[in-house]
């Protein structure tokens, strides 16, 4: 399967979401970080599925807490 391009969002209280572009229809979904284990699959509303990697897991945790470092915000 194709890797996926993400974005991560931070709300006002720093939680941060995974925003996952569908490559079919371009919508954007978002999901709580947290609340997203390794291999789930997201569905866009337009019926394509969009698989959430270990690695892309890893690579949105990593960067989370860079961006956190960053502005100094505790975690
Ligand atoms: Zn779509």
Redesign the pocket.
Known sequence: MKQMAFDLDFDKHYNASLVLA?E??G?ETSKHLRSLAPDTVLR???G?DMQITSHQLTAANQRQRQIKAAYRIAS
């Open positions: 569908c079919h229809c919508k866009c509303s337009c394509c």
